[in-house]
């Protein structure tokens, strides 16, 4: 009886592992490009935190943003709606959001995966930025983040409260330390519970400004000969991109600590490419790196859609894995981290994503639905990284076009991810299959599809004539 008692025993303990819901952290960052990290081949910047979660997890070569600028592609990643479908096409708070955007902030009576994960009983935070909805006057009503299903939450760029508090001093060299800080004081308080944990990290966007001690180790690309006065673009990025490391590792050994290391699945993943050299304001911002990739911050171009996407969970999620086959989207994680937990799925008419929950295990997918982007914007930078405003993915084929049928571009992306070789002249069936499901989302999905300014998916750059000078 002893026996048979112990094993019984052994079996329900067994049973309640299997069963139990896996905790999320989610830490996204702001302008961080695809070639940014060690785990996606830079050999400069020193991220030894993130470099073991990738070590400790599953790295995705494929992973797709629903916009390459800031507030459509967090609607979309927590709506699981292509962002142009749910009216917010731009940055939420600038003058071109204002005029161009279809609704102020995103709607709280839709559906997020905040909600879904509140129900099943986590407790939901969310600590840095928002984005999504908030006013410089007092007197509008902006739904704070508690609207769209989260417990707990300290944010800007929304009208909720601030992740700052009394005596703190917020600087552009410790937000990503504050903001690491916030998540280990969510961790530490419910640790016993299931939960679901947003760190959005608001560096690597401009304006950088870090300390001598946070640069020290990058000095040697700053020219000796102005180490006096000045400090270059890479050793301000660089010192930057290791102060996220630094919070990177202070939430992984608080997980640790609390013994929920295995319990909890973390990504670490960034809202679009890096920032294009601009502006004044950006210029430090603009020594981030799209690694092989073509486009940056603002562009449809892989270079300002495709970022890192890593997952860890010990025992769960493959170790030391690279998944170069599935193309997986921000617009999926609804589906995907909801299935991956055991939680009841969105209704399928009321996402764009699917379930790719099985590649976070271990096993390829091959997407069954096609992607779709809407970028009415301009493009900054280099003439060669503004791309036209429409996009979509379907398998390996990527096709670009202005509504009005101009800059027609097509790409077969597993033999060209670099975007440098046009087929749109040689692979006319395929170029009209695209083009012709393209412009029925463009007609019939996108909300106010004509609310463009008249320099979207334009180059914008004056070709010399005779006479110009």
Known sequence: MTRRLSFLLLLAALCHLEARQPNVVFIFCDDLGWGDLGAYGNREIQTPHINRLAKEGTRFTQFYVAAPVCSPSRAGLVTGRFPGEVGIHYAIGG???????????????????????????????????????????????????????????????????????????????????????????????????????????????SVLDPT??????????????????????????????????????????????????????????????????????????????AGPLRGVKGSLYEGGIRVPFIASQPGRVPENSVDTQTVLAATDLF???????????????????????AALEGEPQLRKKALYWDYRFGSWGRAIQKSPRLAMRDGDWKLMMNPDGSRVELYNLADDPMETADRSAFDSIQLEAMRAQLMRWYAEELMDPELAPPWSGRIGWPWPRSGDL
Do not use: C
């Not at 609704?103 to 999504?132: E, Q, S």
């Not at 006057?137 to 409260?161: M, Q």
């Open 95 to 205: 003058p071109a959001g204002t005029q161009y955007n279809s609704v102020p902030w995103l709607d709280a009576d839709l559906p997020t995966i905040y909600d879904t994960f509140k129900r099943a009983g986590y407790v939901t935070g969310h600590y840095g930025k928002w984005h999504m909805g908030h006013s410089e006057d007092a007197s509008v009503n902006v739904p704070p983040p508690s609207d769209y299903g989260i417990t707990e939450s300290g944010t800007t760029h929304s009208s909720g409260p601030g992740f700052v508090r009394t005596g703190e001093v917020i600087t552009n060299a410790n937000k990503s330390e504050l903001i690491g800080k916030r998540g280990v004081e969510f961790i530490e308080r419910h640790a016993d519970e299931p939960f679901f944990l947003s760190l959005w990290i608001m560096d690597p966007h």
């Open 212 to 289: 001598q001690a946070q640069m020290d180790p990058y000095m040697e690309h700053t020219h000796p000969q102005v180490r006096d006065h000045y400090r270059s673009s890479m050793t301000v990025y660089y010192a930057i991109i290791s102060n996220i490391d630094r919070a990177v590792g202070a939430v992984m050994e608080s997980l640790e600590a609390h013994g929920l290391r295995e319990d909890t699945l973390v990504i670490f993943s960034s809202d679009n490419g890096p920032s294009p050299l601009w502006s004044s304001g950006t210029g430090h911002a603009g020594a981030g790196s």
């Open 335 to 357: 589906t995907t981290l909801s299935a991956y937990a055991g939680l009841p799925l969105p209704e399928s008419d009321s996402v764009d994503g699917e379930n790719l929950a």
